[in-house]
Each structure stands twice: as structure tokens, then as C-alpha cells.
């Protein structure tokens, strides 16, 4: 299977007809990354300030913008910059939201948004745990946030003025990498999604789903002999150009690049085209068992 699916658009609120629609859906939930070679993020001249590593938090990797809040986090700079920056957040957003809404317009009586990013740090040799190394193929699942299988929809637009390319290794569809770590993984213990919630370490009950989604991702990123030898291979996202993908399905790792916006967007899995395509009903079909109630 080919791994890219380009679509030539240029404009964030371009139409799509029905059958590119429909073409664009079955590419994503086949676990395809559909590719804007040439959908570029316009900067305003104000904005370019903050192309340096200087605007985030000394800890933090990225930037991000909560839309119901309107609240901007991990932000280094005065006040007057801060309103600018969430101006900024704030386009994007708007820029992903359309161009989602537009070209996956089957998603969106059931789509949920979720934070904006910007990654104005470079990510190569950024030290981390093995954990948060995501250099390192995984597949996206967050310890304190559990989604219940929910799908992690993402649109990135790499806005680096310097010609660097946002350099990803992808890995093995989503039902080769369960085949190889599932079998070793016990399931979550009695008691202990209760006791997380109740220690504030996870916001909502942590599903069997959202176990076994983090026990494949810690595995997979703990594995150096998977990380060498799984079947992969690199992809150059050039400046100017925009990429959607399911990051919950398509094993990734991104090795290298700075200043990158993203928006999450979740979505229920009864709102996709084929259901049985998401890692949830894949993980239920290998166990025998429901994992969520989703
Ligand atoms: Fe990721």
C-alpha cells in the first residue's frame, strides 16, 4: 500500500466533490497520510517573531492553544506578544478546521476539536525519556488523557522559513505492529483505572482500550531492535506543505524539523466510514472482548 495520497489543493477553504471526499476518507482509515504538497500557512509579518525556539517555556516542546478556553500554554513572551500568538493559534485552527471540514465532511456532525499546537523546537537530539522520545516510532495514546477509542485526527503544516523539511519514519500498519506486541500484554489490573482517576493522574477512566493503546506505545518506543528493524520508511514534509493523518493508527516517528503547527481533532469511531478499520475494533477482534465503551 502506498503510503502518501497527494491532493494538489492550495487553498485551506477549497470544495471537494463527493468522490474525492470519499476517496480522502477511505485513504485515512486505510491508514494513508493524505499529503498538501503545496497548502502553505501564510505567515503575517508580525508573526514570523515567533520562528524561534526562544518563544516556548525552557521545558516545554511545544506551544499549545486550547480553543475552549482561549487559553495559550508553555508560552515564553510579554503580553502584548501572548495576544498575537493566540491570534495566530487561533488562524491555523480556523485554516485546519475548514479544510477538515471541507474535505472529511462525513466526520464533522461527530468531530470534536482538540488542542492547536506549534513545535518551534528543533526535535532532533532532544533529550527525553524513552517514554516522550518521539523520534522513536510509536502510535499516539496519552497517559492522563484517556479516549475510550476515540480517533486522533491531526493536520500539520510545517511553516519553517529556513527550507528544513519535517522528517518522519513511518512504520508497520497499525494491525502488523498489534500482531507483534499484544500477545506479551496482561490486561489492566483489577482496581487501577478507578485509583488513577482518583489520584487526578488521568482525567477520565482508563479504559482496557486506552491500556493496552499505551502499553503498545511504551513497548514499541522500549523496543530498539523493533525501532531498527520494523518495516518503515522516511518521508520529507518540504516547508509549505500540509499533512492529515490518523496518529492513533499510523505507526510514526518524527526525527527531525522545527516549527511545525498541529491541530488534534477526536473523533467517535461509530462516525468513520468502516468502524472496523480503528485501532479499537482491531484490538476487540484480536481479545475477543469490548474495550470501551465507544
Ligand atoms: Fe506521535
Known sequence: MQIIKEIPSQDWQAQYSES??????EALENGQIILFPALTFALGLHENKFLTPAIADLTAKNIS?????????CAHCSEHDYRELRHFLERFSASATTLITH????????????????????ISGRPSSYRKDDTRLHVDAFPATPNHGKRILRVFTNINPEGQPRVWRVGE??????EQFLPAIAPQP???ATLLQALRLTKTIRSQYDHLMLQIHDRMKAN??????AEQCEIHFAPGST???LT??????????QHVLEQTFYLPVAAMLNPQLSPLRTLEKMTGKRLARN
Request: charged share 15%; net charge neutral; hydrophobic share 35%.
Open 20 to 25: 474525492d471526499q470519499q476517496a480522502a476518507l
Open 65 to 73: 492553544y486550547n480553543p475552549d478556553t482561549q487559553h495559550v500554554r
Open 103 to 122: 474535505l472529511l465532511s462525513h466526520y464533522t456532525p461527530a468531530l470534536e476539536t482538540g488542542r492547536t499546537s506549534f513545535r518551534p523546537v528543533e
Open 173 to 178: 500498519p497499525f494491525q502488523t505492529v498489534a
Open 190 to 192: 483489577f482496581g487501577k
Open 224 to 229: 530498539l531492535a523493533y525501532q531498527r528493524g
Open 243 to 245: 499533512w492529515i493523518v
Open 248 to 257: 492513533d493508527q499510523v505507526s510514526h516517528a518524527a526525527m527531525s524539523g
